[in-house]
């Protein structure tokens, strides 16, 4: 009998965040503060060294489900708590386990109020994260996906910026909205299916087009909010802006690519023709995020706003990935879905460490950093390489990856998603020029001290993540080659 | 045979228990002084207690049997007896609640208890009820101790205003009850509900028998909307529940809501089910309209009173769409999971509503009472246990999991998706959105704000214990639904 290890990497965050939640409970002492921190970070690399496993004796050959773990959950409606990973899902557990232990690490001396609340929160929501992704069951997914809705309202509200109550709510709003017409969806399917939530029983559901049409529909409010896609994306600039910088990591590298997800996992093969009669609409909507999102990102004058906009627009990449339906296209999808949670979580972190210091985000009130934090600057310069998609990053691969995908599909949709390839390189290093090179700009930039040994560690970890990705990518994309495949002729079957 | 006569009119136990006991606390409480008064309070306790086993006893021995005693004004069944010990526990949580409350403003007096204990009475006759008049007599021994209850503080000119308010529209919506049952004795012959059942089955089918049958429904239906509390006749609650002492609020917001379901259920379910094309279409207009009204209106609440009577509103509403998806096209297949899952909704909706002012009573003291929004601010800084109770009740109002208030939307939109309402489902989850926001609002405050007052809380120990165990109910129910999903679907099936 092995370990249930995909129980484990849910419930050791969940259950170590509420250990969090207990020592840190005393508020303005320094030693429950130290305590907290001390449980939290034991408790995120307990958690990442679980999934560790779940890569070593993962079948990759194999498209099935693996590690499974199926128990009768709520006999009433026929839910079952059923884990599982293939090879779409499998990475994404690891990521975020990943993640996690950069953002403890992140926060450590910058969170100085409610350090055990904090820290709770990130666990917690580390676990539920885990949950969405291992769940077979559509409603334990939903319950997952739902309920990551609120340790993120807490963080957005309690540590984030000035505007953070609004963004919140705004985030919480936007996101249920979407959440509860997918439900409706689920219990339309669970009804059809007679009564089975089981996700795999819903992928050999017979539907006809109308009725996949109207359900595509419910579960694409739900992830295209979340992706963000265009025009329901308006959530995620304020969000990441008023987050505190680990809120913004976790957001970017793992809350996002929930609805991307999604996708894959509900709309592709359960609505598979509803899928391609309107993939018009997704590859619209994709390359309207890709190519005007790019512009938008241009005039960002915040930071955060600008990585936040470049996260809309990679995510356009993604989605257009997965709707050209092809096997570069979906594997560039995912690839990407991978590295730009590295990239995106490795650009929030630096910008965090330039807020620390200077409690501002605005690119005006800097440049000139590089005389001051050289180390820190050459990090910046290799994430803003990635995030532009320099080749020999992991930026490039995905990217790589979907153009080609999309060539096959079609020249000009190539042409347009290529677009990125120079906005993005405009916007990314033209805010580092600004922010980093020239004169320094002010006395704060000159009294500026260069990266501590904790954001260091914590910089070149993704570093050497984004490194290794763009140069070896092949551990990353062979574990899902057959998954994809897989998925890919599910696709290609007409249902109805 | 006298003996079995005897011992089956033992499955009344509950009630005479209940009668004699009140009779006699009524009786010590007249030669009590004040200091003497947790004689009172204890000995009701104790009683609830005796009430609570003798109950689970009947259950026991009746094995959920239904049987008729009292030449058929009394019947014992499985929902009988789940909603009686839903009520048990309402009332005791109730008396725990308050009394501090009331001592604080000189109200804690004997007819406190003895009045709750009478209208606890009532309800259970009015669940038990076989005939049309057995239901009336327990509504009105119901109403009237609650009115007089509303009436407490005597110096209230608000609270005495409410109590009239509320005696007025009471006693006219039992008029239009007892109009509707004239109508249906009328047409039938009977007050007997299962007697009235075999006759509406005869007389639907007959055009205009039929139409008089309907026009008596109208007014039974329009009787009931009133006594559950959904709109278009949901204009007392609000001035009701802000009138009142919030020991007295808490009271009407909870167990009569179970009493009024059982009365629903036994009118609408047991007496005319072969009418329910008619009565779902009007059930359907209610809910839409209570889900807009009381949503919409509870944002513009100030008062944390009055937005929770909304929200009882809208809560009806909902559950509501469990009571009218039960029969599709005259076939009752469905049927008892879709009253099972209205029953799942009432019963969590009874803990959540003790929850919500439960924490009001808490938060309330000598010369304060703790009824705004603004109230709330900044609980989480003075009492993050109880702000994280809190969290738990308005997340699960709010619905979203894993809280026990997803799983009651759960049953019941699956309920009407079963039904093919999916439209009616989709319009629900609409306006629950728009509920989510203001309890949102309030999280936001404890969370987000700074303290505003100083939050001292002199609750006894028994208060604390029961009031975190009514939060953390939420989310046991929220995780194990199962076991009082199942109760629910055995209490119903009884039914037919």
């Given at each position: 009998?092995?370990?249930?290890?995909?129980?484990?990497?849910?419930?050791?965050?969940?259950?170590?965040?509420?250990?969090?939640?207990?020592?840190?409970?005393?508020?303005?002492?320094?030693?429950?503060?130290?305590?907290?921190?001390?449980?939290?970070?034991?408790?995120?690399?307990?958690?990442?060294?679980?999934?560790?496993?779940?890569?070593?004796?993962?079948?990759?050959?194999?498209?099935?489900?693996?590690?499974?773990?199926?128990?009768?959950?709520?006999?009433?409606?026929?839910?079952?708590?059923?884990?599982?990973?293939?090879?779409?899902?499998?990475?994404?557990?690891?990521?975020?386990?990943?993640?996690?232990?950069?953002?403890?690490?992140?926060?450590?001396?910058?969170?100085?109020?409610?350090?055990?609340?904090?820290?709770?929160?990130?666990?917690?929501?580390?676990?539920?994260?885990?949950?969405?992704?291992?769940?077979?069951?559509?409603?334990?997914?939903?319950?997952?996906?739902?309920?990551?809705?609120?340790?993120?309202?807490?963080?957005?509200?309690?540590?984030?910026?000035?505007?953070?109550?609004?963004?919140?709510?705004?985030?919480?709003?936007?996101?249920?909205?979407?959440?509860?017409?997918?439900?409706?969806?689920?219990?339309?399917?669970?009804?059809?299916?007679?009564?089975?939530?089981?996700?795999?029983?819903?992928?050999?559901?017979?539907?006809?087009?109308?009725?996949?049409?109207?359900?595509?529909?419910?579960?694409?409010?739900?992830?295209?909010?979340?992706?963000?896609?265009?025009?329901?994306?308006?959530?995620?600039?304020?969000?990441?802006?008023?987050?505190?910088?680990?809120?913004?990591?976790?957001?970017?590298?793992?809350?996002?690519?929930?609805?991307?997800?999604?996708?894959?996992?509900?709309?592709?093969?359960?609505?598979?023709?509803?899928?391609?009669?309107?993939?018009?609409?997704?590859?619209?909507?994709?390359?309207?995020?890709?190519?005007?999102?790019?512009?938008?990102?241009?005039?960002?004058?915040?930071?955060?706003?600008?990585?936040?906009?470049?996260?809309?627009?990679?995510?356009?990449?993604?989605?257009?990935?997965?709707?050209?339906?092809?096997?570069?296209?979906?594997?560039?999808?995912?690839?990407?879905?991978?590295?730009?949670?590295?990239?995106?979580?490795?650009?929030?972190?630096?910008?965090?460490?330039?807020?620390?210091?200077?409690?501002?985000?605005?690119?005006?009130?800097?440049?000139?950093?590089?005389?001051?934090?050289?180390?820190?600057?050459?990090?910046?310069?290799?994430?803003?390489?990635?995030?532009?998609?320099?080749?020999?990053?992991?930026?490039?691969?995905?990217?790589?990856?979907?153009?080609?995908?999309?060539?096959?599909?079609?020249?000009?949709?190539?042409?347009?998603?290529?677009?990125?390839?120079?906005?993005?390189?405009?916007?990314?290093?033209?805010?580092?020029?600004?922010?980093?090179?020239?004169?320094?700009?002010?006395?704060?930039?000159?009294?500026?001290?260069?990266?501590?040994?904790?954001?260091?560690?914590?910089?070149?970890?993704?570093?050497?993540?984004?490194?290794?990705?763009?140069?070896?990518?092949?551990?990353?994309?062979?574990?899902?080659?057959?998954?994809?495949?897989?998925?890919?002729?599910?696709?290609?079957?007409?249902?109805? | 045979?006298?003996?079995?006569?005897?011992?089956?009119?033992?499955?009344?136990?509950?009630?005479?228990?209940?009668?004699?006991?009140?009779?006699?606390?009524?009786?010590?409480?007249?030669?009590?002084?004040?200091?003497?008064?947790?004689?009172?309070?204890?000995?009701?306790?104790?009683?609830?207690?005796?009430?609570?086993?003798?109950?689970?006893?009947?259950?026991?021995?009746?094995?959920?049997?239904?049987?008729?005693?009292?030449?058929?004004?009394?019947?014992?069944?499985?929902l009988?007896?789940?909603l009686?010990?839903m009520?048990?526990?309402?009332?005791?949580?109730?008396?725990?609640?308050?009394?501090?409350?009331?001592?604080?403003?000189?109200?804690?007096?004997?007819?406190?208890?003895?009045?709750?204990?009478?209208?606890?009475?009532?309800?259970?006759?009015?669940?038990?009820?076989?005939?049309?008049?057995?239901?009336?007599?327990?509504?009105?021994?119901?109403?009237?101790?609650?009115?007089?209850?509303?009436?407490?503080?005597?110096?209230?000119?608000?609270?005495?205003?409410?109590?009239?308010?509320?005696?007025?529209?009471?006693?006219?919506?039992?008029?239009?009850?007892?109009?509707?049952?004239?109508?249906?004795?009328?047409?039938?012959?009977?007050?007997?509900?299962?007697?009235?059942?075999?006759?509406?089955?005869?007389?639907?089918?007959?055009?205009?028998?039929?139409?008089?049958?309907?026009?008596?429904?109208?007014?039974?239906v329009?009787?009931l909307a009133?006594k559950v509390g959904v709109a278009?006749f949901h204009?007392?609650i609000?001035?009701?529940?802000?009138?009142?002492?919030?020991?007295?609020?808490?009271?009407?917001g909870s167990?009569p809501k179970l009493a009024a379901f059982a009365m629903a259920v036994?009118?609408l379910v047991?007496?005319?089910?072969?009418?329910?094309?008619?009565w779902q279409?009007m059930l359907a207009l209610l809910a839409v309209l209570s889900m807009?009204?009381g949503n919409?209106?509870?944002?513009?609440?100030?008062?944390?009173?009055?937005?929770?009577?909304y929200s009882t509103i809208a809560h009806m509403g909902f559950m509501l769409l469990g009571l009218l998806s039960g029969?599709?096209?005259?076939?009752?297949?469905?049927?008892?999971e879709a009253y099972s899952g209205a029953l799942f909704y009432m019963l969590v909706y009874v803990l959540m509503s003790?929850?919500?002012?439960?924490?009001?009573?808490?938060?309330?003291?000598?010369?304060?009472?703790?009824?705004?929004?603004?109230?709330?601010?900044?609980?989480?800084?003075?009492?993050?246990?109880?702000?994280?109770?809190?969290?738990?009740?308005?997340?699960s109002l709010?619905g979203?999991?894993?809280?026990a208030g997803f799983y009651a939307k759960l049953s019941v939109l699956s309920a009407a998706?079963?039904a093919?309402q999916?439209?009616l489902a989709?319009t629900a989850v609409?306006l629950s959105?728009?509920g989510?926001?203001?309890?949102?609002?309030?999280?936001?405050?404890?969370?987000?704000?700074?303290?505003?007052?100083?939050?001292?809380?002199?609750?006894?120990?028994?208060?604390?214990?029961?009031?975190?165990?009514?939060?953390?109910?939420?989310?046991?129910?929220?995780?194990?639904?199962?076991?009082?999903m199942?109760?629910c679907?055995?209490?119903i099936?009884?039914?037919?």
């Amino acid at each position: 009998m092995s370990l249930p290890l995909l129980s484990l990497s849910i419930w050791v965050p969940i259950v170590a965040g509420l250990a969090v939640l207990a020592t840190g409970r005393n508020e303005g002492n320094a030693r429950g503060a130290a305590a907290a921190r001390w449980v939290a970070i034991a408790g995120a690399l307990v958690g990442f060294l679980v999934t560790i496993p779940l890569y070593t004796g993962f079948a990759a050959h194999s498209a099935e489900f693996q590690f499974e773990e199926k128990l009768v959950w709520i006999a009433r409606f026929n839910i079952h708590y059923h884990l599982g990973v293939d090879g779409i899902s499998l990475l994404f557990v690891l990521l975020n386990s990943f993640v996690t232990i950069l953002v403890v690490i992140a926060g450590w001396s910058v969170i100085d109020s409610r350090v055990g609340q904090y820290y709770g929160a990130f666990l917690i929501m580390s676990g539920l994260l885990n949950g969405v992704f291992a769940a077979l069951d559509a409603a334990l997914f939903y319950v997952f996906f739902e309920a990551t809705l609120i340790p993120m309202f807490i963080i957005i509200g309690v540590w984030g910026g000035p505007n953070r109550v609004y963004a919140a709510v705004k985030f919480f709003l936007y996101t249920l909205f979407g959440s509860l017409l997918m439900l409706v969806a689920m219990l339309y399917l669970y009804n059809k299916s007679g009564g089975s939530f089981a996700i795999t029983d819903w992928h050999k559901l017979p539907l006809a087009l109308d009725v996949q049409t109207l359900l595509f529909f419910g579960f694409l409010f739900a992830f295209a909010v979340k992706v963000p896609m265009w025009p329901v994306h308006t959530w995620l600039p304020d969000a990441h802006t008023e987050a505190p910088t680990g809120g913004s990591v976790v957001l970017a590298a793992i809350l996002l690519k929930l609805g991307a997800y999604g996708f894959v996992r509900f709309s592709l093969p359960i609505l598979p023709d509803a899928s391609r009669e309107l993939a018009w609409l997704m590859i619209g909507l994709s390359l309207v995020a890709i190519a005007y999102i790019g512009l938008v990102t241009l005039v960002q004058t915040d930071m955060k706003r600008l990585i936040a906009y470049s996260s809309v627009s990679h995510m356009g990449f993604v989605t257009l990935g997965f709707f050209i339906f092809n096997a570069y296209g979906v594997e560039g999808g995912l690839v990407q879905m991978i590295s730009h949670g590295f990239v995106s979580a490795a650009l929030f972190l630096c910008v965090g460490v330039m807020y620390d210091r200077m409690h501002t985000r605005m690119i005006g009130d800097y440049g000139g950093v590089v005389n001051t934090m050289p180390k820190f600057a050459s990090f910046m310069m290799l994430f803003a390489m990635a995030n532009a998609g320099l080749p020999a990053t992991s930026g490039f691969v995905g990217e790589f990856m979907v153009i080609m995908g999309a060539m096959k599909a079609h020249f000009w949709l190539a042409f347009v998603a290529a677009t990125t390839l120079i906005t993005g390189a405009a916007y990314t290093l033209w805010m580092y020029k600004r922010v980093i090179f020239g004169a320094v700009a002010n006395a704060h930039v000159g009294a500026l001290k260069d990266l501590n040994p904790r954001e260091f560690a914590v910089l070149a970890a993704l570093a050497a993540a984004v490194l290794f990705m763009g140069v070896y990518p092949l551990p990353f994309t062979e574990v899902m080659h057959a998954s994809v495949n897989e998925l890919l002729k599910h696709v290609a079957t007409a249902k109805h | 045979m006298d003996r079995t006569v005897f011992l089956n009119h033992l499955q009344a136990l509950p009630e005479m228990l209940l009668l004699a006991g009140t009779c006699a606390v009524m009786l010590v409480d007249v030669y009590s002084k004040d200091e003497r008064r947790r004689v009172t309070y204890y000995a009701a306790h104790a009683l609830l207690l005796l009430c609570f086993v003798s109950t689970l006893f009947v259950l026991r021995e009746s094995e959920g049997q239904r049987s008729l005693l009292f030449h058929g004004l009394f019947v014992s069944d499985a929902l009988g007896h789940v909603l009686k010990l839903m009520s048990y526990v309402a009332v005791a949580a109730a008396l725990v609640y308050s009394r501090q409350y009331l001592q604080d403003r000189a109200l804690f007096r004997g007819e406190f208890v003895t009045l709750l204990l009478f209208s606890l009475l009532g309800m259970m006759v009015m669940i038990s009820a076989a005939s049309f008049l057995t239901l009336f007599l327990g509504l009105e021994l119901m109403s009237l101790c609650l009115y007089a209850l509303v009436a407490l503080n005597r110096d209230s000119a608000l609270a005495t205003e409410a109590a009239m308010k509320y005696f007025v529209l009471g006693a006219l919506s039992s008029g239009l009850l007892l109009y509707g049952m004239s109508m249906i004795y009328g047409a039938t012959g009977t007050l007997n509900i299962y007697e009235v059942a075999g006759h509406v089955a005869r007389l639907s089918t007959s055009g205009s028998d039929r139409t008089f049958l309907v026009f008596g429904l109208v007014f039974l239906v329009a009787g009931l909307a009133f006594k559950v509390g959904v709109a278009p006749f949901h204009m007392w609650i609000p001035d009701v529940y802000h009138g009142a002492p919030i020991a007295v609020t808490l009271i009407v917001g909870s167990a009569p809501k179970l009493a009024a379901f059982a009365m629903a259920v036994r009118l609408l379910v047991n007496g005319m089910l072969d009418l329910a094309q008619d009565w779902q279409q009007m059930l359907a207009l209610l809910a839409v309209l209570s889900m807009a009204i009381g949503n919409i209106a509870a944002i513009a609440q100030s008062n944390l009173k009055r937005m929770l009577a909304y929200s009882t509103i809208a809560h009806m509403g909902f559950m509501l769409l469990g009571l009218l998806s039960g029969v599709v096209e005259g076939n009752a297949l469905n049927a008892p999971e879709a009253y099972s899952g209205a029953l799942f909704y009432m019963l969590v909706y009874v803990l959540m509503s003790l929850g919500a002012f439960g924490m009001m009573l808490f938060l309330s003291r000598a010369g304060f009472e703790c009824e705004n929004l603004d109230d709330m601010k900044g609980l989480n800084r003075t009492h993050p246990w109880y702000a994280f109770i809190m969290l738990l009740v308005m997340f699960s109002l709010a619905g979203i999991p894993p809280t026990a208030g997803f799983y009651a939307k759960l049953s019941v939109l699956s309920a009407a998706v079963n039904a093919g309402q999916v439209w009616l489902a989709v319009t629900a989850v609409v306006l629950s959105l728009v509920g989510a926001f203001y309890y949102l609002r309030i999280v936001k405050l404890m969370y987000f704000d700074e303290p505003k007052e100083s939050h001292a809380v002199n609750a006894r120990g028994s208060f604390r214990v029961a009031l975190s165990a009514n939060g953390l109910a939420m989310l046991v129910f929220g995780l194990l639904p199962q076991p009082l999903m199942a109760l629910c679907l055995v209490a119903i099936h009884g039914l037919f």
